[in-house]
């Protein structure tokens, strides 16, 4: 059974720092591309972050480039996602997800991904 787990989210203060890994089981990370999304309430799941199989590929949304850095970790089977200077606008349920490295395309969109995680909440709040 392919699954994606999120973990590393919590409570933050503004300016802080986190780091979110997605880690998979049931199937091999290295043939798949990754996006980070995230979904505030209220409001629509919107692309973060992603990163090709090869990881050579990465794209950032406007409102985290600079502040948030996209990595994976081949042998570990997991992808990360470095947050520092978090705003409070960045709370939201995080979400990671995968498709096949030959569907990938860098492209902040829910399309293509096959599979997501559960999520894991990240606040950032004083």
């Known amino acids: 059974q392919l699954q994606l787990v999120e973990s590393g989210g919590g409570l933050v203060q503004p300016g802080g720092s986190l780091r979110l890994s997605c880690a998979a089981s049931?199937?091999?990370?290295?043939?798949?591309?990754i996006g980070w999304f995230r979904q505030a309430p209220g409001k629509e799941r919107e692309g973060v972050s992603c990163i090709s199989s090869s990881g050579n590929s990465i794209k950032y949304a406007d409102s985290v480039k600079g502040r948030f850095t996209i990595s994976r970790d081949n042998a570990k089977n997991t992808v990360y996602l470095q947050m520092n200077s978090l705003k409070p606008e960045d709370t939201a349920v995080y979400y990671c997800a995968a498709v096949a490295a030959s569907s990938w395309y860098s492209s902040l969109r829910k399309e293509p991904y096959d599979y997501w995680g559960q999520g894991t909440q990240v606040t950032v709040s004083s």
């Open positions: 049931g199937f091999t990370l290295d043939y798949y591309g």
